[in-house]
Nanobody, 120 residues
Framework: QVHVVESGGGLVQAGGSLRLSCVVS????????LDWYRQAPGKQREFVAS???????NYADSVKGRFTISRDNAKNTVYLQMSSLKPEDTAVYYC??????????????WGQGTQVTVSS
């Protein structure tokens, strides 16, 4: 069984910063991809950033230059450092992973989400 747990959300003023964390636990052999997505009220879930096991990153155009994704492989943790936050960044942020378990099963799993609210 795999667990994905996010933390670090909250309320921040525009221009401020927050750091989200996501811990993946369970019978993990290898984590291939760690992503962050977000979903604003009334909108579809959208991609924010991803990082591979080798450290390659990819960002949505809307967050490039403001958000930084990183990972600690030893802790099975991914971070999302968010700076210069805007009210339009308000959303529930979800951590997503694709990994291989110790029984060599491929698993695609999501966290419960953490709320980020940016006030103007």
């Amino acid at each position: 069984q795999v667990h994905v747990v996010e933390s670090g959300g909250g309320l921040v003023q525009a221009g401020g910063s927050l750091r989200l964390s996501c811990v993946v636990s369970g019978s993990i052999f290898r984590i291939n991809v760690l992503d962050w997505y977000r979903q604003a009220p009334g909108k579809q879930r959208e991609f924010v950033a991803s990082i591979t096991s080798g450290g390659s990153t990819n960002y949505a155009d809307s967050v490039k230059g403001r958000f930084t994704i990183s990972r600690d492989n030893a802790k099975n943790t991914v971070y999302l450092q968010m700076s210069s936050l805007k009210p339009e960044d308000t959303a529930v942020y979800y951590c997503h992973t694709v990994l291989v378990t110790t029984t060599l099963r491929r698993v695609d799993s999501w966290g419960q989400g953490t709320q980020v609210t940016v006030s103007s």
